[in-house]
């Protein structure tokens, strides 16, 4: 929280700075209406150093018309866009969770990093993103061959409940877009650039697919790839990338080694066609080792590692904690829902059915969602999937319940059957004892 404005720009109260890129200020921000209408949203506005560049102010409102266009759950969304006092603003959805910079840099600090799953997860899911603005057309239909530019671990960021979403297509380029960059000013992160953009040279969607191959080795491997700055060692690692398999340098699954050699192909025909086939093949991976692997798993994550707070429970009737015993080894608290076991953040009382597994043991600890986690010795998440008690036990009341209609039939049945077997034998013992037999008279004794 670094600073407090008491401000406004346009209908926006400006909140938090949330910080300051190359040539824009990011605020949350907060818009009221009638009848306690409110939302929060984030604002960006030209640092005001810049705002009276020509050119700055030209790749403002080409990201403002670009963005406006892009509509997709792995992109932030653009929901406004005006001027104030001379100053353009841009007003974006409100991503609540952290960049995914931010996430690395925490993991980083205590010596971690992002589980493979998680990953691949957030990769594929910013490819996809990437897919959509690389595939965006004009109204006619004619692609317009977009371009981010300045895809970094910066721009994409990641929601508490686990989603993600490329942001700041500010030095994105469509194909015959209005601003030029002057010839020989290189404009993006120098270290997440592909050759071919650190040459100057005219770019298609698989410089962004690069960039993203450079995140996700730094995803795998939890350090940089290549030197920071612009110095003449971090441009000749660029324009001549060597860049080593991750299971090389790092706990990494090898098969992920050739989805990332694919991606960071220093030549652009070696590499993913698309950011669409890149996301793809991370997908299968992840299909394998996790199935069903989503944002509930990269959330769940995020919050157990401290990394992020979660998202607050949902307010439900109290219930009751389920205990049970499961072996001798670790302990961990899983609650029926949300899936995430808060640690920064605790539920409040009684929001939800929890289960306590204890010493579920290494093995059962340890699904592939979480395997990075345990290796990290973090406590994580067992799916809930396991934690199902009440089923079984439901079922053997079901069963006891049954047995016993059964029985009871049963018994009713063969009680039924017993006293009409009786009413039968008394029928057939009747005649023998009332109807006067016609010759008795002639074979009574009396008579005789
Ligand atoms: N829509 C949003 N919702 C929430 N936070 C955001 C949003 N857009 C940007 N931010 C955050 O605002 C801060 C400033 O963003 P900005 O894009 O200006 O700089 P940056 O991404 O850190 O650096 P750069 O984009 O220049 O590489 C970052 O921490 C970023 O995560
Ligand atoms: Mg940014």
Not at 420 to 427: D, F, I, K, Q, T
Request: charged share 20%.
């Amino acid at each position: 929280m670094e600073e407090k404005p008491e401000r406004t720009i346009g209908p926006y109260g400006l909140e938090e700075l949330l910080g300051r890129g190359g040539m824009a200020e990011v605020y949350r921000a907060r818009r009221q209406g009638p009848g306690g209408f409110e939302k929060v949203l984030a604002l960006k506005r030209i640092l005001p150093s810049y705002a009276r560049d020509p050119q700055l102010v030209g790749r403002f409102l080409e990201e403002a018309r670009i963005c406006a266009r892009l509509e997709h759950s792995n992109i932030v969304s653009v929901v406004d866009f005006g001027s104030a006092g001379g100053e353009y603003y841009l007003v974006m959805e409100w991503v609540d969770g952290a960049s995914l910079f931010a996430v690395l840099k925490q993991l980083a600090s205590r010596g971690e990093r992002l589980p493979a799953e998680a990953a691949a997860y957030v990769i594929a899911e910013a490819a996809l993103g990437l897919d959509e603005a690389h595939s965006l057309a004009d109204e006619a239909g004619r692609p317009l061959g977009l371009v981010h530019r300045d895809v970094s671990p910066q721009n994409v960021l990641v929601s508490r409940k686990g989603e993600v979403k490329v942001g700041d297509f500010g030095i994105a380029k469509a194909v015959g877009s209005s601003v030029r960059t002057a010839a020989g000013v290189l404009i993006g992160k120098l270290c997440y650039m592909s050759p071919e953009q650190a040459r100057n040279e005219t770019l298609d969607a698989r410089a962004d697919v690069y960039a993203l191959g450079v995140v996700l080795w730094e995803c795998l491997v939890g350090r940089p790839l290549f030197p920071r700055g612009m110095s003449g060692e971090a441009l000749n690692a660029v324009l001549e990338p060597r860049v080593p398999p991750p299971s090389e340098v790092s706990v990494s699954p090898r098969a992920l080694d050739a989805i990332v050699t694919r991606a960071v192909a220093p030549s652009r025909s070696d590499r993913y066609a698309d950011a669409g086939a890149f996301a793809r093949d991370l997908r299968v991976w992840l299909h394998g080792v996790a199935p069903g692997f989503g944002p509930g798993d990269l959330a769940a994550f995020l919050a157990q590692s401290g990394t992020m707070q979660p998202p607050p429970a949902p307010q439900a009737a109290a219930a009751p904690t389920v205990t049970f015993d499961a072996g001798p080894a670790a302990a961990a608290t899983v609650p029926a829902r949300p899936p995430v076991a808060p640690r920064a953040a605790p539920s409040p009382p009684g929001a939800a059915t929890a289960v306590e597994v204890r010493g579920a043991g290494p093995a059962a600890a340890s699904p592939p969602a979480v395997a990075g986690a345990a290796l990290a010795g973090e406590p994580h998440e067992v799916p809930t999937t396991r934690a199902q008690p009440s089923r079984g036990r439901g079922g053997r009341w079901t069963g006891c319940l049954i047995a016993a209609i059964i029985l009871a039939v049963g018994a009713i049945g063969g009680f039924a059957t017993c006293m009409s077997w009786l009413a039968r034998m008394g029928e057939q013992q009747q005649p023998t004892e009332q109807a006067p037999p016609e010759d008795e008279t002639a074979t009574s004794p009396k008579s005789q």
